[in-house]
């Protein structure tokens, strides 16, 4: 059977994952596309035999040839798309973040618990990243001992210019907050923001930034942001245990040895840093949905955990104070939800 989706949003990551879904994963065709850029969108669907152009992300939705619903619009429009999705029965994947404040979020949770259940699955990609998921095996085994820090990094060459100061907390930072709450198995509690001497080529942006995360069993997460570094798209991890440390690996298969240097060449940007992953991750959601079976990737709940914990780091980066991060109950639908079965 093949999963028949709609996509809201032919962007940058929309039409990626387009091209995914129509030429790279099985069981699934793109039957139908949306955006307010209709010049954008009509191109794309011109390219898709027998895709439908919808004005809307609602007419979308409510397509009997959408089975599923890929959300790859700006991150304010995402609530609405969720929540339609959800009042139609129809399952969602819907790209980081699940929506823009923890209380978006909560709505959607509040409406996944009422549909009694899970329809979503948020965009968090790196959990199906393999270097990611080689280093939490070294951690779950025990060889390293009880984790106590975490070390990331996260650079970008350069960021688009509607890009905001609290972007780099709500945009960027955001992938280290999900995969740091899947990495140790527990929740954040807590935010920091230490801001550094500020780049030249940052603009008006605070750029870099240092987020200070401290986990649930008394772990420190660091994460460096910086989002104007121009030499590339790089993704740093280490975990520091207490008999040794484990680190994401170097990340390109070749090393090249030529006049008098050597070279490993740097990713241009997240295309294509991930796009492994993006594939396993869609062609999982695609297998764990057909035939109505529910989502197994970052619930609703990791969305609003990890909203939760971007709402305090945007506040300690305002206010140059520890931000407490508060959680709701956790609704027994996400039981066991910062564990990816694998
Ligand atoms: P983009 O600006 O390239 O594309 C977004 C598209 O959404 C645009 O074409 C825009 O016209 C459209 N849009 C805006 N409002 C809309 C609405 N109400 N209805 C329909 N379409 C609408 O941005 P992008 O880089 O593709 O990012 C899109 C989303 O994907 C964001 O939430 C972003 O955070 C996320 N993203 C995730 C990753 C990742 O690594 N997982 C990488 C990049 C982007
Ligand atoms: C972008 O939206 C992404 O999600 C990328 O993975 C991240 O590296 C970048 O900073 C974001 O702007």
């Known amino acids: 059977m093949t999963l028949r989706v709609g996509v809201i949003g032919t962007g940058m990551i929309g039409r990626d994952h387009i091209r995914?879904?129509?030429?790279?994963?099985?069981?699934?065709?793109?039957?139908?596309?949306?955006?307010?850029?209709?010049?954008?969108?009509?191109?794309?669907?011109?390219?898709?035999?027998?895709?439908?152009?919808?004005?809307?992300?609602?007419?979308?939705i409510a397509d009997p040839a959408v089975d599923a619903v890929v959300v790859c619009s700006w991150g304010p429009t995402h609530e609405q798309y969720v929540l339609g999705s959800i009042a139609a029965g129809k399952p969602v994947f819907c790209e980081k973040p699940l929506a823009t404040t923890q209380d978006a979020c909560r709505r959607i949770v509040e409406a996944e618990v009422a549909a009694g259940r899970r329809l979503v699955q948020v965009g968090y990609m790196r959990r199906y990243d393999a270097a990611y998921r080689a280093l939490k095996e070294v951690v779950d085994s025990g060889q390293i001992g009880n984790p106590l820090m975490m070390h990331c990094a996260h650079r970008n060459a350069d960021v688009p210019s509607f890009y905001e100061k609290e972007s780099a907390i709500t945009d960027t930072a955001v992938h280290e907050i999900d995969m740091v709450r899947w990495m140790f198995g527990e929740e954040i509690t807590a935010a920091r923001v230490l801001i550094p001497r500020k780049s030249r080529n940052g603009g008006p942006l605070q750029d870099p930034l240092l987020l200070i995360l401290e986990m649930a069993g008394g772990a420190l997460v660091d994460v460096e942001i910086s989002v104007n570094i121009r030499y590339g798209y790089d993704i740093r991890g280490e975990v520091v245990g207490e008999d040794g440390t484990a680190a994401l690996g170097d990340l390109s298969p070749v090393l090249v040895r030529s006049a008098g240097q050597a070279a490993t060449p740097v990713p241009v940007d997240w295309?294509?840093?991930?796009?492994?992953?993006?594939?396993?991750?869609?062609?999982?959601?695609?297998?764990?949905?057909?035939?109505?079976?529910?989502?197994?990737?970052?619930?609703?709940?990791?969305?609003?955990?990890?909203?939760?914990?971007?709402?305090?780091?945007?506040?300690?980066?305002?206010?140059?104070?520890?931000?407490?991060?508060?959680?709701?109950?956790?609704?027994?639908l996400y039981d066991a939800a910062v564990e990816v079965p694998r």
């Not at 850029?37 to 007419?59: C, N, R, S, Y």
């Not at 992953?277 to 035939?291: K, L, N, R």
């Not at 990890?306 to 609704?331: F, I, K």
Request: aromatic share 4%.
């Open 20 to 60: 995914r879904m129509t030429t790279v994963l099985a069981g699934v065709a793109v039957t139908a596309v949306t955006d307010v850029d209709v010049a954008t969108a009509k191109k794309v669907a011109e390219g898709l035999p027998g895709a439908v152009l919808h004005a809307t992300g609602e007419d979308l």
């Open 271 to 332: 295309r294509e840093r991930f796009l492994r992953a993006y594939d396993v991750e869609i062609q999982e959601w695609v297998d764990s949905i057909a035939g109505g079976g529910v989502p197994l990737g970052p619930s609703a709940w990791d969305g609003y955990a990890a909203a939760a914990v971007s709402d305090s780091g945007v506040e300690a980066l305002r206010t140059g104070t520890r931000v407490p991060v508060t959680l709701a109950p956790r609704p027994a």
